[in-house]
Each structure stands twice: as C-alpha cells, then as structure tokens.
C-alpha cells in the first residue's frame, strides 16, 4: 500500500530581504539509501548516499542546465517543493530549506520507480505532446564550433552541403549565435546574409528544418531597446536614487552581465513581452521560411539582482520558466536552461562540455539526472563537447574523444554534430562517426516510440540502471543506461579502452553481432574503436 507523509514544516526565522519565511524539513537517511535529483548539470554526483557531504541552494542557481525542486530515493521517498529548495546531504543527513512555499516530503512505495512514478503523476504529468519528430529519428547539426560568432550564408550553406556530400543524413540545422543584427533585433545580419530567405529555401531542399538561436537579452542603445523600454517591456533597475532620469521611463532599464558582455533583458512576465517576442519569432517563420528556434540563455542566475518586473515579486526562477513557457509554441526547440518545465514537449539539452575525458564521463550520469528529474526529450550536448574554445588548436584534438562521443549520443533520445568529424578525423575515424549517425537513423522509429510514450506516461526514453532494474543494487553504475526496456547500451567512455565490463540484468541478452548472453551477472568484452556494444533483451 502506497504511503504518503507530508512532514510538518518548522518555521524557523523570517527572511527580510524577501519578506518571506524560510522553512526547514530535516531528513534521516535509510540504511542503503540513495538520492538523485536538483541539479542535471551535477548528475555526475549523484547518487547521495550516507558518506555525501554537498549542499546546493536552488533559489537563482540552475548550474547552466536543467533544474527541478526535486529529490528521490531508492526507498521510494521523495522531496517536492514547487518554490526553490536548498538541499544539504551531510554523512547520512538531509536538510531543506525554502524561502517561501512548503516543503513536501514523503514515502510512495519501495524503490526510485515507485518515487519517480509518484512524482510524475502527482507533480508533472505529461501533457501527451512531444517535441518536433525530426529532433528524434535524425541527427542535428549546430553550426556554432565550425562558425561561433562568424556565423554567415556562405558557410553555413557549405557545412549543409558537406553534411550530405560525407554522406550524412541530413535532419535539424541549428544556425547559431550571431546572425541576427544585433540582441532583441530579430533580423538577419544584412553584412552576413545576402538572401536569407533563398538560403532556408536551398536547405530545406538538401532535407534539412532550419533552427535560429534566441534569447531574452536585447542591446542597449539601438531601436529596439528604446522601444522596449518605452513600452515597458524590459526588466527594470530597482534603483531608487539613480541619478538620470530617463525621459521614456519611469525606472532605468536593468542591465545583465552576461557571457557575451552586457545588455537589458526582456520582461517576460508582462504578456505584452511575451506578445512581442513571439510575433518577431513568428514572423522569422512567415518570412524567411523558419521552422524553430533554439532558446539560449535564461538561467535563473541573470536574475539575481534586484530588478522590477510586471508581475511583482517573483523569484529568480520564475524568470527562466516564463522564458521556457515560450517554447511550447514551437515544436521544434531547444532549451540549455530550465525550471520545472518537466512533462512538458521541451528539448533539454545538456550544457556545453569541454573536449575532453573527464567532460565526456558525466554525459551519462549528467543526462541519467534528466531522465530522473523528469526530463524525457534530451539531448547530451554536441559531439566532441561543445566548448567551443576547445577546437580553436586542431592540433590538440582528440580523434578518438570524437568517436567515442559519436557512440554515446547514437543511441540516446537525441545527437547533435557541431564540430565537422570529417574536417578535423582520419578518413576511417570519420567513417565511425558516420556509422553512428546511421545507428540512430536505424533506431529513429523505436526512439520516436518511446518519446510518444514519454508523453502519457512520463517514463523516460534512457534510463539509469537504478530506475529500469529497481532493488538491484545497480545505483552507482555510470557508464551504461537503459534506452527503453529492452536496450541495454554500454558505450566506452574512458581514453585508450578497448575493453569494458558490462552489467547485465537476469534474462537473456543478445549483443549488436548476434551473440547470446546469459544476464545477472557482469561480463567481460572487447571494445575496439569501430564498435559501441548495446544488448537486446529477449
């Protein structure tokens, strides 16, 4: 029988910074206990168990990716809060705090599938949509590590054709930063884009759907800024003994530090902003043939300082869920950034990874964290890490960090190729990546299935060990996952590997090349470069 606590809440001091309370729920940790959830950008960390000692505070701090007022056990309990928790693990102890709202903490049944299932149907369902299909059954390419802040028509329509010149299955093309005219206006950079609309037009015929990158920032000092800021419609500077008046506006527009330097941020609590982003994104769509966007930026962090919105004290995260809100409009997007936003048709995309080892092991675990926190239609980052710093030296690239990373992305919800395998691989390492590409056009229609899936019942597409094979003792396995209930992936995530050890549930198992394998037990198997080992169940 299915046990529900909610634990009463101790009221400890009053926060005056937010005139708000601060609320705290103290947790004792089960013998064999162990938690996920937060922070998807630390999943890596994760499980907690009674010999952790971290602490993250939620309240303006999503780490760059996705983030959930959420923990859950392998005991079956869970910790729900729907304002911003902050959550301590130390030596077998929980504390959780929160600024405002309550803490909900409780028991629904046995192991994480009974907590996870708990979660979904109590905190976010599905709402029976998903994602563009495309985004699943093909590969994506991101035109930012080939072009970063140069992007441009010439050479985006060169990486098209080279797409489909190496063979490679054409699918969604992001066009990534800069190409617009500057931030808030949505147009074309006339310097960069002779006939963008005759561009789309050439790449939709190749068979690709074209995405444009967006954010909510907008630069200061142009026509739209004054606009903006004219009709109130730009986040504003709770400063009340500025010293210039602004003759169009009662308060001096907010302006954000952020990675590409410093700008006013659009409003999204007042609809009449979020009436106004829209219609700039829609009309990039009807003119120019458009068919997504991907939604940068957002994090809770950027919201911080002390700013005046429309809608009156809100919280920082609340800034990133209207920012996210956004996307359900379109079904082909993208988000790095997100608050509460599971169940909901919205791609996740891990945040960017270095090229390297170490970056390339959390892929796993990060994206594992995802799928526990509710978070079905993912994606893990772009092939090769997608930092882009880490590809200006091609001298320091590593061929086989590439392939290996192809490997992993092949069989997960999504895959998305940045830096061109075939410009900086051998001929032969190229064609390894290739054959990934066309592993995932192989399982496209499984995949698919499964996102369908995902959205009425909320069961992810990969799942951890832990959630698929529950009171098994699989909890701190990292380097292999579930995709579906049949599909057991084990790729290579370690330099120079060219064998592994795979854990194998009870049942019968058959390997890529048709071998037969008795499970519940850990074999021992080759690993050669041209291979990525998956196992069917029977």
Not at 97 to 104: D, F, L, N, P, V
């Amino acid at each position: 029988m299915r046990k529900i606590v909610l634990v009463s809440i101790l009221l400890i001091t009053t926060i005056k910074a937010f005139t708000q309370y601060e609320e705290k729920v103290e947790i004792v940790m089960l013998e064999g206990e162990y938690w996920w959830g937060g922070l998807s950008a630390i999943g890596h960390n994760t499980p907690y168990d009674s010999k952790s000692v971290e602490s993250h505070d939620l309240w303006g701090d999503n780490k760059g990716n996705q983030a959930q007022p959420l923990l859950l056990s392998n005991k079956g309990r869970y910790v729900w809060s729907e304002s911003p928790i902050k959550y301590s693990f130390d030596r077998g102890k929980i504390t959780l705090t929160t600024r405002s709202g309550e803490i909900q903490f409780g028991s629904a049944g046995n192991n994480l599938s009974d907590a996870f299932n708990f979660a979904v149907s109590h905190f976010y369902p599905p709402n029976g949509k998903i994602p563009d299909e495309l985004l699943f059954t093909k590969p994506q390419y991101n035109t930012w590590i080939e072009l970063t802040y140069n992007q441009n028509e010439d050479d985006i329509l060169a990486y098209a054709k080279a797409i489909i010149d190496k063979g490679y299955p054409p699918g969604v093309l992001m066009i990534d930063d800069n190409w617009q005219e500057s931030y808030g206006t949505w147009e074309f950079s006339p310097r960069r884009f002779k006939n963008p609309k005759e561009m789309i037009k050439k790449l939709h015929n190749m068979g690709f759907k074209v995405m444009l990158w967006v954010c909510p920032f907008v630069s200061a000092d142009t026509e739209v800024f004054r606009h903006l800021a004219k009709e109130g419609m730009l986040l504003l500077d709770d400063d009340k003994t500025q010293e210039v008046l602004w003759s169009n506006t009662k308060n001096k527009a907010a302006i954000i530090r952020w990675w590409n330097g410093a700008s006013a941020c659009l409003d999204l609590s007042n609809p009449k902003t979020q009436d106004w982003f829209v219609d700039r994104l829609k009309f990039l769509m009807d003119e120019y043939g458009v068919d997504g966007f991907k939604f940068d930026a957002g994090d809770a962090d950027f919201y911080t300082d002390d700013i005046l919105s429309f809608v009156p004290e809100l919280n920082p995260n609340d800034h990133t869920t209207y920012f996210a809100r956004l996307g359900l409009q379109f079904p082909l997007n993208e988000y790095r950034a997100s608050w509460k936003m599971a169940g909901l048709p919205l791609v996740q995309r891990l945040r960017d990874k270095n090229h390297d080892w170490n970056d390339l092991q959390k892929l796993i675990p990060d994206l594992m964290s995802q799928s526990i926190m509710g978070y079905a239609y993912t994606c893990p980052d772009m092939i090769g890490g997608g930092e882009y710093q880490s590809f200006q030296n091609s001298t320091t690239i590593d061929e086989e960090l590439v392939v290996r990373s192809a490997q992993v992305h092949a069989l997960m919800p999504m895959m998305q190729f940045s830096v061109a395998p075939w410009r900086v691989l051998s001929e032969e390492n190229n064609r390894l990546c290739l054959e990934a590409a066309l592993l995932h056009v192989k399982m496209g229609t499984l995949i698919l299935d499964l996102a369908k899936k995902a959205s009425k019942t909320g069961e992810p597409i990969v799942k951890p060990m832990a959630l698929a094979y529950p009171n098994s003792g699989y909890e701190n396995i990292k380097d292999q996952f579930m995709l579906g209930d049949q599909i057991l992936v084990a790729p290579v995530v370690q330099k120079g590997r060219r064998n592994r050890k795979v854990i194998l549930p009870k049942g019968s198992w058959i390997d890529e090349k048709g071998v037969t394998f008795r499970g519940g037990r850990a074999i021992d198997i080759e690993v050669p470069m041209s291979r990525l080992p998956y196992f069917t169940k029977k």
